[in-house]
């Protein structure tokens, strides 16, 4: 029998609160910690629904967390911005860090474990000494919130990546930038250094992946824009591979030629993490309180690969130079490669310039440090004795030559259709894992040989080429499955899950959906006519917001910015402006202090506003205004315009108004800064550019 190529292994809720990172152990791919607004840090055993052991110390949400290369040390860093590090063996913390002003985003060890590097939304990039309890260096020149960082295989340097669409890179010896790199169209959100090859990718949110030449810093090849962001990139141990996790799918991509080896339809949604554990590719995303994992053969990789149209290939222009002479070993590709043995001990005392130590901040938000003495809540003892407290000292995880998870056959019983087609609405969401390696915590183990209709049933269509993550819903729910089959809603679905959508159509075509065959087929007219009956009012109320939006079109085609948005204002329609916002935020040229003078009245509504779109609207919008015009208000606002200076008398007019706005606003963002979740970071990082103000 055949079985699936990816699947879903396992879902179950993570934490009390809303689950906001995720990592994977890069050694073994088989641990696995999560990070949540209940201001935990917990482990897992991929595979296991049991929480292994549960961390405490910090004092605000969590918003992310690393594994070192030897899954000995896990570090996680708060919304405060501090960052903790615990020795896993010990179950304990053992450094307790402060220094960023606002939310930490990114971290990572040093291969050789001595050092912590964390990216934070003040845009500063830290170098932590783990065993000195002290900041090394920091990094300065993101201008916006830091993304992702790693270091180089052989300790040497960190590549940052920003929301401000940047990646650069640092030396650590000298503390300097060596290079910056500036081809991506969108925020840069995951970089990876080859694991042999000078050589390092990146994606981005403008939806492609980027190859990079670390010897001559120039672009070896992009690939094509796919159809949603790049989520995560993670290079296969071999280095002939490049595994790119975007919104439910996962490409395997080459570089030289660029080409896209395959294509994985996954189901995981926003993919938080990729490992490499064994022949399998272990993914990990996480939605509210649910983490759900999946996994990919990857011997079933189709390794003929497909050129791809639009992708930009410059490896024959790099092939066609001389070769210029390396100390390095090279590489089949003829590029140097990492030395990756550690140096001697002496060699990182050696140098003592870069070793200016940052104050640690002194803060309300900061994190005391009594609670470095919090014990671990050791949950399931027997799995952690297991992986991280071992009786023969050989390793602290899963080692890679553990067996791999077993792939469920291709043909499901559950698959086979049966005649009711009405939705059943869903709970809360299953804390289940595949049954093929352990039973639901909340449900009974499946017992695969107990469906017999399979043989009665032709697989001819469930058999050919259905999505692996959309039968894996089907082997997630086998009992309620077996009973009475429903409409499975795949990943791509374009209806909300849980919804009958029958109850939303007219009375004389409900069933129409699954009856369809057998009626006559109605015109769209007489779709539409059925739809509009019983909805006078929204297609009224639709009908004149689209004449209200031509109108603004037509003044913003003529040209004429400023009236446009009066316009808009004018019109009394939030959603109207909001979208009117949206656009403006894209374009950053059209901003000006007469926007900003029209616009403030409207974002202070919009942030009371009870819709989060709205709010988030005008946090993006307030934050665009501040980060540009700040400095010109203040100046303003200092020197007063004296004498007769008509344009100087407008422009300090201009600016005392928005002056005036802003320190309205400073209170209710000061008030929603301690909001759970993405807003609360939000209106915090907000608060931090307001203070600015003079």
Not at 90 to 99: N, P, W
Request: charged content about 25%; glycine content about 6%; overall charge positive.
């Amino acid at each position: 029998m055949s079985t699936k190529r990816s699947w879903k292994l396992q879902e179950f809720v993570a934490h009390g609160g809303n689950v906001n990172c995720l990592s994977l152990g890069p050694k073994s791919g088989r641990v696995m910690v999560t990070g949540g607004d209940d201001r935990k840090v917990n482990m897992w055993a991929v595979g296991k629904p049991n929480c292994i052991m549960s961390l405490a110390g910090h004092n605000s949400p969590v918003e992310c967390v690393r594994f070192s290369s030897s899954e000995e040390l896990v570090a996680a860093g708060s919304q405060s911005g501090s960052l903790k590090i615990w020795d896993l063996e010990a179950a304990k913390i053992v450094r307790t860090l402060t220094g960023h002003k606002s939310n930490m985003r990114c971290l990572d060890f040093h291969p050789y474990g001595d050092f912590v590097a964390s990216g934070s939304l003040d845009t500063n990039i830290k170098l932590w000494d783990v065993r000195r309890k002290g900041c090394i260096y920091t990094y300065t020149g993101h201008k916006d919130a830091v993304n992702c960082l790693r270091f180089s295989p052989d300790g040497k340097w960190i590549i940052s990546a920003g929301e401000d669409g940047l990646i650069k890179l640092w030396d650590l010896t000298t503390g300097k930038m060596l290079q910056e790199f500036k081809h991506h169209r969108g925020p840069v959100t995951h970089v990876e250094f080859h694991p042999n090859e000078f050589l390092f990718a990146s994606g981005s949110n403008d939806k492609t992946v980027k190859y990079w030449d670390l010897e001559t810093f120039e672009l070896v090849s992009s690939t094509a824009p796919g159809s949603s962001a790049v989520r995560c990139i993670e290079f296969h141990p071999d280095g002939n591979y490049l595994f790119s996790g975007t919104q439910d799918m996962m490409h395997v991509f080459g570089w030289e030629p660029v080409r896209c080896y395959d294509t994985f339809a996954m189901g995981w949604g926003k993919v938080a993490d990729m490992a490499v554990a064994n022949t399998q590719l272990i993914g990990a995303a996480f939605n509210q309180t649910n983490v759900s994992v999946h996994v990919v053969d990857l011997t079933r990789i189709n390794k003929a690969g497909t050129v791809q149209e639009g992708a930009s290939d410059l490896s024959n222009e790099e092939l066609n130079k001389p070769p210029s002479p390396a100390k390095n070993p090279l590489s089949a590709s003829g590029r140097k490669n990492f030395i990756t043995d550690r140096p001697h001990t002496t060699s990182t005392k050696q140098r003592k310039e870069p070793q200016v130590k940052t104050q640690p901040r002194q803060s309300p938000t900061q994190d005391e440090p009594e609670e470095d003495n919090t014990p671990a809540d050791i949950q399931d003892p027997s799995k952690y004795k297991e992986i991280f407290h071992p009786t023969k000292r050989l390793s602290h995880s899963p080692t890679r030559q553990e067996d791999p998870f077993p792939a469920p056959p291709d043909d499901e019983p559950a698959a086979a259709p049966v005649p009711r087609a009405a939705p059943v609405p869903r709970a809360a969401p299953p804390a289940t894992a595949v049954s093929y390696h352990q039973p639901p915590p909340l449900a009974q183990p499946r017992e695969m040989p107990a469906p017999a209709p399979t043989a009665a049933v032709p697989p001819t269509s469930r058999r050919s080429r259905s999505p692996p993550a959309l039968n894996q819903k089907k082997v997630a729910e086998p009992k309620m499955v077996a009973k009475e089959q429903t409409m499975i809603i795949p990943s791509d679905r374009n209806e909300p899950a849980g919804l009958d959508m029958n109850a939303f159509l007219p009375p004389n075509m409900q069933g129409a959906r699954e009856e369809a065959p057998s009626k006559r087929k109605q015109s769209e007219s007489e779709v539409m006519e059925s739809i509009q009956k019983g909805n006078t009012s929204m297609c009224a109320v639709l009908s004149s917001r689209r004449q209200n939006l031509d109108v603004i079109r037509a003044i913003w085609t003529a040209g004429d910015v400023k009236t446009a948005l009066e316009s808009a204002i004018n019109m009394k329609d939030q959603a109207i402006v909001v979208d009117l916002l949206n656009i403006l935020c894209l374009k950053r040229a059209l901003w000006n202090l007469d926007l900003c003078v029209i616009t403030l009245p409207k974002i202070k509504e919009l942030i009371t506003s009870k819709y989060e779109n709205y709010v988030q609207t005008a946090c993006t919008s307030l934050k665009l205004i501040l980060k540009s015009f700040t400095g010109l208000i203040n100046n303003n606002i200092r020197t007063p315009y004296q004498g007769v200076d008509i344009s100087r008398e407008e422009r300090y007019n201009k600016c005392s108004k928005c002056y005036t706005y802003l320190l309205a606003m400073r209170g209710m963002v000061e008030e929603r800064q301690h909001i759970s979740g993405k807003m609360g970071s939000t209106f915090r990082e907000l608060q931090l550019l307001l203070v600015q103000l003079e």
